[in-house]
Nanobody, 125 residues
Framework: VQLQASGGGLVQAGGSLRLSCAAS???????????MAWFRQAPGKEREFVAA????????YYADSVKGRFTISRDNAKNTVYLQMSSLKPEDTAVYYC????????????????WGQGTLVTVSS
């Protein structure tokens, strides 16, 4: 499995960005328990959970810090997950990573088997 994250960039506070994570090597929608998540890591901080979604059924979870501002979604036909980020704040600045697993939906980074490269999001004040 390979995950390709994209969409990061520089945005002013209050702005929006959409991150994409394209998966290859597996068709995730065929695995009933498969999920994909976004994590982020700011300089000097631990990697933290942002959002996760199950491919089958689309159930999703969010960190409290992004609830109401970020939306995770998936396109089964494209084997791609998106993270729509709105009302961005300087504290959202981080490298964002997508992760996937074929058998679980979790908030812990250690629960995910596959990881993409990060994409940097910088929010200026």
């Amino acid at each position: 499995v390979q995950l390709q994250a994209s969409g990061g960039g520089l945005v002013q506070a209050g702005g929006s960005l959409r991150l994409s994570c394209a998966a290859s090597g597996r068709t995730f929608s065929t695995y009933s328990m498969a999920s994909m998540a976004w994590f982020r890591q700011a300089p000097g901080k631990e990697r933290e959970f942002v959002a996760a979604i199950r491919w089958s059924g689309g159930i999703s979870y969010y960190a409290d810090s992004v609830k109401g501002r970020f939306t995770i979604s998936r396109d089964n036909a494209k084997n791609t997950v998106y993270l729509q980020m709105s009302s961005l704040k300087p504290e959202d600045t981080a490298v964002y990573y997508c992760a996937a697993d074929l058998s679980r939906l979790a908030r812990s980074p250690g629960s995910y088997e596959y990881w993409g490269q990060g994409t940097l999001v910088t929010v200026s004040s």
